[in-house]
């Protein structure tokens, strides 16, 4: 069971920024986004809340699920913190800007320090604190506090700013039209709804319980796999049992240890924000860049086919979605344990001592050399996101264990 480690402190966040054609790429290299497209394999198996503080009503967890899928919650605002512990190794806050710099270069990024498509990026590892708001589809802001400063995104109408206090730089977007824009997944709602979007066969589902997150009452919806070989030990989501809004979202390894990911809201009100909450001028002095300026053009619609196709193929069931050979992912085996398969045309990946410098120890850090029927390559790891990288260029990646990639390996070959 994924454990709830101070279920009135932990956190989370809610709001929208980069524009939807910078945002794929962003979606999948933050790892907290492939969580969601790993847990994307629920069966139902219903069962009933019995223990637990507060004492609430029973429900059982079919209930408990189509309560979430019909929340109509769309205003909200609190204070939040997300956690992520990937195992990667401390340097010193580089494995942050490799993120940062491959979101960027990855979809055309401008290069501004206020760009949200890389700088959401830094959700993927260490710890945070945010505000969030939101007021409907068309408002919705964010605000990543950092030491004597801070860094917002802000969603109005068809504009998109993000701002970073500490540079005095601003970035400017807009959607393609009024409507709320694909966003990074921040907020316990975020990865509950992705962890809830399909059914099957491969997991239970049951309701674990009551707890008091933020000051509320909430139900706990308990996630497992029912399957071995996958990395994805238990989710666990806390439920506001008025509103049903998930207000946590844990995810714990099959390794054990700490959560991996654990997101939820310390403080949350579910009154409308002040409309002056999401009003924005850039400050006097302020650098502002316009998406596709400093020589760089918004991605082509190949290039965001292809980031499209990736996402696809991380989803079980998604060889139904579109045909082997159209430039996208394949993907074998079911459930927790699908993996996508991408042929890169490649010659694998360097060493460590062939990169050199830090990011050369980054590297080696993270790969172990493999060998099997499939012929030899590199295993990079972390506690929930693996990759095999042979080397004719094959990519193998899924939430399994790296034994899993090697047997799909083989059984590829």
Do not use: C
Not at 35 to 45: F, H, N, S
Not at 173 to 193: C, H, L, Q
Not at 206 to 211: L, Q
């Amino acid at each position: 069971m994924a454990p709830y480690e101070s279920d009135e402190t932990t956190a989370a966040s809610e709001a929208d920024g980069p524009s939807a054609g910078r945002r794929r790429a962003t979606r999948y290299i933050v790892p907290v986004a492939v969580t969601g497209v790993a847990a994307a394999t629920i069966g139902l198996v219903p069962a009933l809340a019995s223990s637990g503080s507060p004492d609430l009503p029973k429900i059982s967890a079919e209930q408990l699920v189509q309560n979430i899928a019909e929340s109509d919650t769309e205003q909200l605002s609190g204070t939040v913190r997300i956690n992520t512990d990937l195992g990667l190794p401390d340097l010193g806050g580089l494995e942050s800007g490799l993120l940062s710099g491959a979101a960027r270069g990855a979809e055309g990024g401008d290069g501004s320090a206020a760009d949200p498509s890389a700088r959401l990026t830094e959700l993927a590892t260490g710890t945070h604190t945010l505000r969030v708001a939101a007021d409907g589809p068309d408002r919705q802001k964010l605000s990543l506090l950092q030491d004597a400063a801070e860094y917002s995104v802000i969603h109005n109408g068809k504009d998109v700013w993000g701002y970073d206090s500490r540079s005095n730089e601003v970035h400017h977007s807009t959607t393609a039209g009024s409507g709320e824009p694909e966003d990074v997944p921040a907020t316990p709602k975020d990865f509950a709804e992705e962890a809830l979007k399909a059914a099957d066969d491969t997991t239970s589902v049951t309701v674990d319980g009551t707890a008091r997150v933020a000051g509320r009452d909430t139900y706990k919806l308990l996630i497992k796999p029912k399957q071995s070989g996958t990395t994805v030990g238990a989710i666990s989501v806390a439920v506001d049992a008025k509103t049903w809004t998930p207000l946590k979202f844990t995810l714990t390894p099959s390794s054990g240890g700490a959560a991996v990911l654990d997101v939820g809201f310390t403080q949350v009100s579910f009154a409308q924000p002040a409309a002056s909450t999401f009003d924005f001028t850039p400050p006097e002095g302020a650098k502002v860049t316009e998406e596709g300026e400093a020589g760089h053009d918004a991605p082509k619609a190949s290039q965001d086919g292809d980031f499209e196709h990736f996402e696809k193929g991380l989803k079980p069931g998604a060889e139904d979605e579109f045909a082997e050979g159209d430039g996208g992912p394949r993907t074998i085996g079911e459930g927790w344990n699908t993996i996508a398969v991408l042929d890169t045309g490649g010659e694998g990946v360097p060493s460590g001592d062939e990169m050199g410098g830090q990011f050369g120890g980054f590297l080696d850090s993270l790969g172990d050399k493999v060998n099997g029927k499939f012929g030899s390559g590199t295993v990079f790891k972390t506690r929930l996101i693996n990759a095999l990288i042979t080397d004719d260029g094959k990519v193998y990646v899924g939430a399994v264990t790296k034994e899993a990639l090697v047997k799909a390996a083989d059984s590829q070959g």
